[in-house]
């Protein structure tokens, strides 16, 4: 007997040994293998439908992101744009406030300088005039010690009273 050229005896009980154990493994071990092979195959589709899913869902955020950061972009774009004007504007306004206060300021420091002014003519009148009729007193009594020069000032004044009348 020999390995390699073997019996028609051996051949046979090979043949049903083989048989049997075929037989066994299609009827218990084959469906047990499929079945896993099938399960490994459906985990693995969900698995590749999850990942699909979160690959949507995170190109989504991405999107979604993108489009918030460009809203926010925009929205601070115009929100120094308003606050630009506002700045604008509140400077001008201090500026106008500012030129009326000015205005308003040198006029009253145009009046107030006016009225003292005024005040300081009527002074000055006044001393003028204070010291006109001082001088004149001191003129009168000087040239009216003599009672001749006091009776021709007399008739004189009287000589114009009467000519203006």
Do not use: Y
């Not at 299609?26 to 693995?44: Q, S, T, W, Y």
């Not at 992101?65 to 972009?73: L, T, V």
Request: charged residues 35%; proline residues 1%.
């Amino acid at each position: 007997m020999s390995l390699l050229t073997p019996d028609i005896g051996l051949l046979f009980w090979m043949l049903v040994c083989f048989g049997i154990v075929f037989f066994l493994l299609a009827k218990f071990g084959f469906p047990i293998i499929v079945n896993k092979v099938d399960e490994r195959k459906k985990f693995i589709d969900d698995s590749l439908n999850s990942a699909k899913a979160a690959n949507e869902r995170l190109a989504g955020i991405v999107k979604e992101s993108e489009n918030i950061i460009r809203h926010s972009r925009e929205e601070e774009v115009r929100i120094l744009k308003e606050a630009t004007e506002i700045k604008a504007k509140i400077i001008a306004e201090a500026k106008q406030q500012a030129q009326e206060e000015v205005a308003r300021m040198i006029a009253d420091s145009k009046l107030a300088i006016e009225k003292e002014k005024e005040k300081a003519m009527n002074d000055i009148n006044n001393a003028i005039a204070e010291m006109s009729i001082a001088i004149a007193e001191k003129i009168m009594r000087k040239q009216l010690d003599r009672s001749e020069e006091q009776r021709a000032f007399v008739d004189k004044l009287i000589a114009e009273a009467q000519s203006a009348a």
